[in-house]
């Protein structure tokens, strides 16, 4: 194939595929070929039955930025008769009790945290704006002026033919029934007796996604959901009110204390619900039209609807629009969609297979967003907006399982409304993955939080007998009930005899792969900000970047020996992406093969920190860890009661100590030889909620909070780690001078003036009463005896300089710090 840029096929003409074809063609890729099933004019996924709500509150700043983009692009798209495709008729959430005004207030703050104008109002304030409101009901709304609604359909009609004018071929009518595959390659596309070769395949086939991704044996994790949207008969308050028959003028309404939305449809109101049982949908048995037969009352994914399941919800909407008691129910369908274990979109290249591509599970409010991040993707091979949040491979395999994706979907279709805690862990399924060390920490009272599948202590019950001893000083203050959820004054303890004695922490959660092979030293030192050429037993903090110089990971590296590495990562996304340049540099030259393997399973850690540690693994070790017989960021291989271990010297907390690797198979033996001989020395187990405050005292950060690949090094205050004595070229390495210059922000540390208000994480951040930044990362810090909080601040800003942290609709006074707080000389880490 001789293309000057890549044949690309597009699997699905819906709202996301058009947009893609089109932000290709805006990046100048018109090589394109959009494939889809139904007819083009109405193809028959949920874009053409979206209600188009377009609301931008989201505790995700890449989502935010989506939703912006796409209000943006839709109103530019002006169709023949002269308007726009989104009408800004602003949105309106109500709340009709306590806990959902005060979480209005945390949405409103993470609207002024990205940008987007936003405001609590009072119930009369609500009902000006939405006149049919029940007074008696509402105490107050959180209102959004830029939200409205997206006109789906003629938006995307308007986006397919600019993408055809510019060379895009657009097939409907056609099924793709397999992907060709070669060398780990995509090579064609099939559909029955036609083959369509392609360079890059991406799938923007909406709930029919898992089909698509099994055809190259990638899992898309998302279960198709039906969700039930009606129409009343015309409503006497809004005859004569907007003038189109599907038209609005009042701002879109939701009213998630019962788990409904609302929009005006002319002289009739749209309902939607999730507030009914989930109904899962096996696309075997939906409804086989022929193309022609398509119509906008007759779809796939419009099933009929079950008036049974709406009959509580019609009660619950004639109460709080009491003007719908003069109508009836007119007609309604149950609308599939997608749903994921998260809740998140699923975005980027597959793990297995390169050149496929996936846009999956992506909202109307989204969708241009996300098609442009993901032409980026495509054209440049980085998106300017940060993608980890919604990545494909951001799951763990288990978490990939039909029977874990159903389960974990329908629970977040009945939760999607719910006032939700940012520590908020799902109830079930639970007890997925336990460390090697879970019965020893049940013993010990273990209060377990879960991530990533994994039961992770975040305090131990054991340590309340030591609140008495706990020196006043060190004592937490009292917090608020919203910061107090999930939030024990045991971590207090912890944090103290960690600091003054010393603690074991588990750290096996922490992803670890192995890089093997004569080629594994190339690869790491051709990706990361450091050498990785250096002796064995070298240990490297090191960054990945992505061309455009954005962190995208931050990884510590171990060299074990010549051929061997073991790398501490964030998630499964890095495993994917230095799987995929193992193969690459493998296919380039064979004799320079590299190999990644994740071993977390089949391993744990302990992290031992504190004065007394040294003391401690002294009476179990004939090996020197001494600061002189293992150096800070060094690894050695040690025995410790007989047990073989990787020693490494480096620590999250700040203290003196090592992160200790073993064989799964001999862990819960390592648990009770370090514990019995600290008996003496007062060892404790601790938790993540001590960890997370240690850690921020001593201006640890965390990838993904902290930064992502919107953020350089230097601005994130992880310039130590480019290091300059490196003259090889790495992965963005001719990016970043450039990148840094053009920073306009920096993450700066915050303490709180008063001592003891917290805040959370995703607060905006003023200064001289202007919304200027947001807070990424936040805890009490025990030794430092205050609240801390890090955040995006503009670069003008200066040590000294007094802000506020706007936290649940209240301004709470912090003043901006040098960091790190907490020994800043580093002599309590080094020994």
């Not at 949105?91 to 002024?112: K, S």
């Amino acid at each position: 194939m001789s293309h000057t840029t890549p044949r690309i096929v597009i699997i699905g003409a819906g709202i996301v595929g058009a947009n893609l074809a089109d932000e290709l063609v805006q990046l100048g890729h018109t090589n394109t070929l959009v494939l889809e099933q139904g007819p083009l004019g109405i193809p028959g996924g949920s874009t053409s039955h979206a209600p188009g709500l377009v609301f931008s509150s989201n505790g995700s700043k890449s989502m935010t930025e989506f939703a912006q983009y796409t209000i943006e692009k839709l109103t530019g798209l002006v169709g023949e008769d002269g308007r726009g495709s989104f009408l800004p008729v602003g949105g309106l959430e109500i709340a009709t009790n306590e806990e959902r005004l005060q979480d209005l207030h945390r949405r409103a703050g993470w609207n002024r945290s990205y940008g987007v104008e936003a405001e609590v109002i009072d119930a009369a304030e609500c009902l000006k704006k939405f006149p049919m409101l029940n007074p008696e009901k509402v105490l107050g709304g959180l209102f959004t002026p830029g939200d409205g609604l997206a006109l789906a359909a003629k938006g995307t009609q308007l986006v397919m033919e600019r993408a055809k004018a510019a060379g895009v071929e657009f097939r409907d009518r056609t099924i793709v029934t397999d992907i060709e595959q070669s060398g780990g390659k995509v090579t064609a596309v099939i559909a029955g007796e036609e083959r369509f070769e392609a360079d890059i395949v991406v799938s923007c086939a909406g709930f029919w996604g898992p089909a698509i991704g099994k055809m190259v044996g990638t899992a898309v994790p998302l279960l198709p959901l039906a969700h039930q949207f009606a129409w009343s008969t015309p409503a006497p308050s809004l005859a004569g009110v907007n003038e189109l028959p599907n038209g609005a003028s009042r701002p879109i309404l939701r009213y998630q204390d019962k788990d409904l939305y609302y929009r005006e449809w002319g002289d009739r109101i749209g309902i939607g619900s999730y507030a009914h049982r989930p109904m899962p949908v096996d696309l075997d048995t939906l409804p086989a039209y022929k193309p022609e037969d398509i119509t906008s009352e007759k779809m796939p994914s419009s099933l009929p609807f079950t008036l049974e399941d709406f009959a509580q919800q019609w009660e619950d909407t004639q109460e709080i629009l009491p003007d719908l008691r003069n109508t009836e129910i007119q007609r309604g369908f149950n609308g599939i969609f997608s749903f994921t274990p998260d809740g998140g979109s699923l975005v980027g290249q597959s793990r297995e297979v390169d050149g496929f591509f996936v846009a999956e599970a992506v909202w109307v409010t989204h969708a241009p967003g996300i098609a442009k991040a993901v032409a980026e993707l495509i054209a440049t091979g980085t998106s300017k907006t940060d993608l980890s949040d919604c990545d494909l491979n951001r799951f763990e395999d288990m978490q990939t399982t039909a029977e874990y994706v159903e389960e974990t979907s329908k629970q977040n279709f009945v939760e999607i409304y719910d006032v939700r805690h940012p520590l908020e862990p799902r109830t079930s399924p639970r007890d997925v993955r336990l460390s090697p060390f879970h019965e020893q920490q049940k013993a010990l009272g273990a209060f377990y939080l879960e991530g990533t599948g994994w039961e992770r202590p975040h305090w131990f019950e054991a340590n309340a007998a030591l609140l008495d001893e706990l020196p006043a000083e060190w004592a937490a203050p009292e917090r608020d009930e919203w910061s107090n959820k999930f939030h024990s004054p045991i971590a207090a303890v912890e944090a103290w005899k960690t600091r003054t004695a010393v603690a074991m922490f588990d750290m096996t959660p922490l992803k670890r792969l192995e890089i093997t092979g004569p080629g594994a030293g190339q690869l790491l030192h051709g990706l990361t900000t450091s050498s990785m050429l250096r002796k064995p037993g070298a240990v490297s903090y090191t960054l990945l970047l992505d061309a455009a110089g954005g962190i995208t990971s931050d990884i510590t590296v171990a060299r074990l020996s010549e051929e061997l590495y073991q790398a501490g990562v964030n998630s499964n996304v890095d495993l994917a992406y230095l799987s995929r340049e193992a193969r690459k540099q493998t296919a380039a030259d064979p004799a320079k093969w590299a190999a990644v393997r994740d071993i977390t399973a089949g391993t744990c850690c302990i992290g031992l920190w504190g004065p007394y540690a040294l003391d401690l693994i002294n009476k179990i070790t004939r090996d020197d860890l001494s600061k002189e017989g293992l150096k800070y960021f060094n690894a050695k291989q040690v025995s410790l009661g007989g047990i073989p271990v990787t020693a490494m010297r480096l620590s999250y907390v700040g203290e003196f100590g090592w992160e200790l690797y073993a064989s799964a198979d001999v862990a819960h033996k390592l648990w009770d030889v370090i514990w019995e001989a600290g008996q003496e020395f007062g060892v404790i187990a601790g938790g993540r909620e001590a960890f997370q405050s240690m850690r921020l005292e001593k201006g640890f950060r965390s990838f993904g909070t902290d930064m992502t690949s919107e953020h350089e090094p230097n601005q994130a205050g992880l310039g130590f780690a480019v290091k300059a004595s490196k003259t090889d070229d790495f992965v963005g390495k001719s990016a970043l001078a450039e990148r840094a210059a053009a920073a306009t922000k920096r993450l700066r540390c915050l303490t709180v003036d008063d001592g003891v208000s917290m805040v959370l994480g995703k607060e905006p951040v003023f200064i001289d009463g202007v919304a200027s930044g947001y807070v990424t990362s936040a805890a009490y810090g025990y030794t430092v005896r205050q609240p801390i909080a890090y955040a995006w601040l503009p670069n003008s800003v200066e040590t000294g300089d007094s802000v506020e942290i706007e936290y649940l609709g209240r301004r709470i006074a912090a003043t901006v710090v040098d960091d790190p707080l907490y020994d800043p000389q580093m002599t309590r880490l080094r020994g």
